[in-house]
C-alpha cells in the first residue's frame, strides 16, 4: 500500500513534535506510515572539548530508530550546510565508533519520497527548491 493512499492515518507520534525544518516532519510521516519506531533528537553528543577536556561543540542526530539502533541525519539544505553536518558526523563517528550514524542528503530523500509516492519523479531532478510532498493528513509541526 502506498502512503499517500491512506485515507485515515493513525494519530502520528510526530503530531506532537515541533520539528526543527520541514523535511524531518516528512520523514517522520514516513517512519511513521510504516510503524518504524522512532525518537526525535534524543541524544546530544559532545564533539569538540577544549584544552581542559570539556565539552564546547554537541552533535544531535535527527532522529534515533531503536529496533535498527542507528541515528539518521536529515539533509536538504545547502552545500555549506551538509559540509558542517558531514564533519559532525565524521567526528562523532571518531569519538564514539560504536554509534550507527548515517546521513540521508537532499537526493537521497528526494528519491524516497518519490518511491513511497509522496513526491512527483520530477522532483527528484530537480535539486533547487522545497519538494512538492503529498499530504498524508497528518500534522507537520
Not at 519523479?121 to 493528513?137: D, F, T
Request: proline share 10%; charged share 25%.
Amino acid at each position: 500500500m502506498n502512503p499517500a493512499d491512506s485515507e485515515s492515518p493513525p494519530p502520528s507520534p510526530g503530531a506532537t513534535v515541533t520539528f526543527a525544518h520541514e523535511s524531518e516532519a516528512h520523514f517522520a510521516r514516513l517512519l511513521d506510515f510504516y510503524d518504524i519506531e522512532w525518537e526525535y533528537e534524543p541524544r546530544s553528543f559532545p564533539i569538540e572539548f577544549d584544552a581542559n577536556g570539556d565539552p564546547t561543540g554537541y552533535f544531535t542526530p535527527d532522529f534515533y530508530l531503536p529496533s535498527e539502533d542507528v541515528y539518521l541525519e536529515i539533509t536538504t539544505m545547502n552545500q555549506r550546510l551538509v559540509t558542517k553536518k558531514n564533519r559532525k558526523v565524521r567526528l562523532l563517528r571518531q569519538l564514539y565508533p560504536e554509534i550507527r550514524c548515517k546521513i540521508f542528503y537532499q537526493n537521497d530523500f528526494l528519491h524516497l519520497l518519490v518511491k513511497y509516492g509522496l513526491a512527483e519523479p520530477e522532483v527528484a531532478r530537480v535539486s533547487a527548491g522545497p519538494p512538492q510532498i503529498r499530504n498524508l493528513g497528518l500534522s507537520a509541526s
